[in-house]
């Protein structure tokens, strides 16, 4: 599965949210990032273009690649 979305999502790539489940996140659905790296749990890390470095958990949160 980490192989996958290291190919589905490479570094650079960008990526908009769809959804986050982490009410205390600042970042919203359509927020915009660019892709950094994905850990070897999956979690999906992008520099948020609002400033954010928070990751995208694989299975809890989605984003989709622009």
């Given at each position: ?24 996140s600042?970042?919203?659905?359509g ?36």
């Amino acid at each position: 599965t980490v192989e996958r979305l290291r190919k589905e999502y490479p570094h650079g790539a960008r990526v908009e949210l769809v959804r986050m489940n982490d009410p205390y996140s600042r970042l919203k659905p359509g927020d915009q990032g660019t892709v950094d790296f994905i850990d070897d749990s999956g979690t999906l890390f992008c520099i948020w273009d609002s400033g954010s470095r928070l990751g995208v958990v694989y299975g809890e949160d989605a984003v989709k690649k622009l």
